[in-house]
């Protein structure tokens, strides 16, 4: 089946410092890639997306690579803000397999001073 | 800018106690989701709906679940008879299309909490 796996947080940093947040998938076709955060008491938002291999998604200063050697959709982000705590999902949707987002767990970040 | 709407933003219940989550879409979207969270947990999809129908529906979405559309604007999630497990937070989400790239609009949640 189609599954997404993310690095397990809390992940603690300071501001300014650099942000990686592994995620890496299976899936059983061609799977369009999504990094969702959800800031305290807020719905799930969309951070950035790739639908293909090799394509870059990015805003707010947060970058994914598709990657489908090797199954990864790293998040990452050179200087992350205290206004970046949150909690980040990786996910993916199957192309031509329906339309249901299969989420990881969540990886929350919190950035102190 | 448009935006998901829930309500209650928490509900408290007894087990055996039917509950009704509301949901309002963005106003020009054609497709709405449930999904839920258990605490812990990964967000997993529920059911998918479209032209006042279920188009897809997980494993989870038994016969204790029903989504509804009563009107133009609401899209509810009821669960008839609740269970200890049913305690998560859920989630309401809409999309204009069912492609791959399509994004989803989640609304805040809400958290059902089964006594």
């Known amino acids: 089946g189609n599954s997404v796996t993310q690095m397990e947080g809390p992940v603690t940093l300071s501001e300014e410092a650099f942000l990686t947040i592994n995620c890496t998938y299976t899936a059983t076709g061609y799977p369009s890639l999504f990094w969702y955060v959800q800031y305290p008491g807020e719905g799930l938002q969309l951070l950035l997306k790739a639908t293909k291999a090799d394509d870059k998604g990015s805003n707010k200063g947060f970058e994914a690579t598709y990657r489908k050697e090797t199954t990864s959709f790293h998040l990452e982000k050179g200087s992350v803000q205290v206004s970046d705590s949150a909690v980040y999902f990786c996910a993916l949707i199957l192309t031509g397999g329906g339309n249901k987002l299969t989420f990881g767990t969540g990886t929350q970040l919190k950035v102190e001073l | 800018e448009p935006e998901v709407t829930q309500t209650p933003s928490h509900q408290v219940t007894q087990m055996g106690q039917e509950v009704i989550l509301r949901c309002v879409p963005i106003?020009?979207?054609?497709?709405f989701y449930w999904y839920r969270q258990i605490l812990g947990q990964k967000v997993e999809f529920l059911v998918s709906?479209?032209?006042?129908?279920?188009?897809?529906k997980s494993e989870i979405f038994d016969d204790q679940f029903s989504v509804e559309r009563p009107d133009g604007s609401n899209f509810t999630l009821k669960i008839r008879s609740t269970k200890l497990e049913d305690s998560a937070m859920y989630f309401c989400?809409?999309?204009?299309?069912?492609?791959?790239?399509?994004?989803?609009?989640f609304g805040p949640g809400t958290r059902l909490t089964v006594l």
């Open positions: 989400a809409s999309s204009q299309r069912t492609s791959g790239a399509d994004t989803q609009y």
């Open positions: 709906f479209y032209n006042n129908e279920i188009s897809e």
């Open positions: 106003s020009n979207h054609l497709y």
